[in-house]
């Protein structure tokens, strides 16, 4: 694995090892519970994480099989990509796209989202494994906002989509 790619799968798991910790001590009736009917509960949120990633990961699987013909990101890419990140961290609402909506699962325990998320982590993994240095600057994924992204883009979106509903799932939980 390329190394900024394993530097970056590690900052993630790293991410989702603590979150899924701190929600383990949580009361399970808190886990489930939701503010209003049209809310998500804390483990729908983390649910919408693990599908956001499931999907991705399948769309890259599917574009890497091309990926001779992908072009490169640029400039253009990193300055989408910067402002990206900044409305995650500063907490814009973005509507959650309708194929990730639509291919939610509802989870019965947090147990049974902790291992659907280290599964998908494993399948990241594995995909990371794929990519050559010459690749992961091909522009093999479409954020439904940024448009097109490397995959360090995209592991590092990964990181930055939980840190967006790390607050939301917080204010759930407490």
Not at 17 to 43: D, F, G, I
């Amino acid at each position: 694995m390329v190394e900024k790619a394993s530097n970056l799968l590690n900052n993630l798991e790293n991410a989702r090892v603590q979150l899924m910790a701190h929600l383990a001590a949580v009361e399970p009736t808190k886990l489930t519970a939701k503010p209003t009917p049209q809310s998500w509960s804390a483990l729908e949120v983390v649910a919408h994480l693990v599908t956001a990633e499931r999907l991705s990961i399948q769309y890259i699987r599917k574009k890497k099989q091309g990926i001779a013909t992908l072009g490169n990101t640029g400039p253009w890419e990193e300055f989408k990509f910067f402002l990206l990140k900044v409305s995650q961290r500063i907490g814009f609402r973005y509507r959650a796209p309708k194929a990730v909506v639509a291919s939610t699962p509802a989870f019965a325990s947090l147990e049974q989202a902790r291992e659907a998320w280290a599964h998908q982590r494993g399948e990241l993994k594995k995909l990371l494994d794929e990519f050559s240095e010459q690749d992961v600057r091909k522009k093999i994924f479409k954020h439904p906002f940024a448009g097109r992204l490397n995959i360090l883009q995209t592991v590092t979106f990964f990181g930055e989509h939980v840190r967006h509903h790390q607050p939301q799932i917080d204010r759930l939980v407490t």
